[in-house]
């Protein structure tokens, strides 16, 4: 990793199209009225490059040691969400197979490299002899004191199946050139070098074939990730790809999760933070932009399409805390109305109680906040733009991972 050039960029930045085709990323672009724009958030670790995209709002004038350990801990997430079962980012087949690596380590972890015992019959001298066998098989010669058998029937064990054994091998060994990049990784030195693993297809082929020979769970899953893990290498080969489309999703989730640890009050128009907070933010049901009535009405006319607005982190106390997670560039440059709306509603079910309204963005920086639109003069409603540092986010997260649900 140190020795490869390195390229920063932003989610959501503005490319030339030679610059996405020379890096074979113009899948992970978007393009709209003829402008080119990144649009994924992790990293692609070439032979002799290293392209890192850093999420909206995170600026990056020179890399330092703190934004390689913002990076590390975004391909972190990305790496538990693709693990999670039922994930809403399973990413693509071109990316590195987290899964199928993590069934891999799993099984090492737990048994080592994949070792099976046949037991056999021998015949010699030297071991455990089967009496049994050796009694009613082996030649006999009678002697003064007694009876020899010629030869002895011996107990032995023999392992089998030394190609998951160097599968395995192979295959943690290769993924450990990642393991400075992506966390999940661990260390690991390869102790075999056949040169069957110059044809990973037909190394797949063998797996195929055999995988039905295998009846154990763990044994199972070891396979399935083993042909995965092979399938990935044989086509991406030194492309090593981990990233994300959907960055607004983790953030959303990990948002709520701060919320509710550090989440300590509202002063000021400002977030006050505290440690180990009681509040409880969720993301509530859709509501219904109608009343019953109107639906009902609406209903028996054969019109039943019926609008229904979403809030991302709803707290409700003696005051109504409405906070939307903001990702993308647009929903803060342009004016908010689906967020003002929110407030209309609110106070409609809350006719008595105060209805604080609130963007929330990710940035680099120390927190800070921004007036979005200010009416609390004409009707009360007032938004307000909040920058959150996202490495601090994160850090709080992986801490308290087991509160995330990527699902």
Request: glycine letters at 4%; charged letters at 30%; a positive charge.
């Amino acid at each position: 990793m140190k020795s490869k050039e390195m390229i920063i960029i932003n989610d959501g930045q503005r490319i030339e199209r030679s610059f996405a085709e020379k890096h074979q990323i113009t899948e992970y672009c978007d393009v709209r009225n003829g402008i080119m724009t990144i649009s994924f958030v992790g990293t692609i670790i070439q032979r002799d490059l290293c392209i890192i995209s850093f999420p909206k709002h995170y600026e990056v004038s020179s890399f330092s040691d703190n934004d390689g350990e913002c990076i590390k801990k975004i391909l972190t997430l990305i790496s538990m969400s693709r693990i999670s079962s039922g994930s809403f980012d399973n990413g693509e087949k071109k990316e590195f197979p987290v899964r199928a690596y993590w069934e891999i380590a799993n099984y090492y972890k737990k048994f080592g490299l994949y070792k099976d015992s046949e037991k056999y019959n021998e015949l010699g001298y030297v071991g455990n002899v089967d009496w049994n066998r050796t009694v009613n098989t082996s030649n006999k010669l009678i002697v003064k004191n007694g009876i020899i058998f010629s030869p002895f029937v011996l107990r032995k064990t023999r392992n089998k199946s030394v190609l998951l054994s160097e599968c395995m091998d192979f295959a943690l060994g290769d993924a450990a050139n990642y393991s400075e990049m992506i966390s999940v990784i661990f260390n690991y030195n390869r102790k075999g070098n056949n040169r069957i693993f110059e044809n990973l297809e037909y190394v797949t082929i063998q797996l195929n074939r055999i995988k039905a020979n295998y009846f154990k769970d763990a044994e199972k899953r070891l396979i399935h990730g083993l042909i995965e893990y092979m399938e990935w290498k044989s086509r991406l080969k030194d492309n090593v790809r981990l990233l994300t489309l959907k960055f607004e999703d983790y953030w959303e989730k990990m948002v709520e999760v701060y919320l509710n640890g550090n989440f300590g009050g509202y002063t000021d128009d400002k977030i006050e933070f505290i440690e180990n907070s009681s509040a409880s933010f969720k993301k509530p049901k859709q509501y219904y932009v109608e009343s019953n009535a109107i639906r009902k009405k609406r209903g028996s006319q054969g019109n039943d399409l019926f609008y229904r607005i979403e809030l991302d982190h709803l707290y409700v106390d003696d005051v109504v805390y409405v906070f939307d997670s903001k990702y993308f560039n647009q929903d803060i440059r342009d004016m908010n109305y689906k967020q003002a709306y929110y407030h209309y509603h609110m106070k409609t079910l809350y006719p008595n109680q105060q209805i604080v309204n609130g963007l929330i963005m990710p940035t680099n920086k120390n927190y800070y906040t921004k007036t979005h639109i200010d009416r609390s003069d004409i009707d009360g409603v007032k938004i307000i733009e909040h920058y959150i540092n996202l490495p601090s986010v994160i850090d709080y997260v992986l801490k308290h991972k087991k509160n995330i649900d990527f699902k």
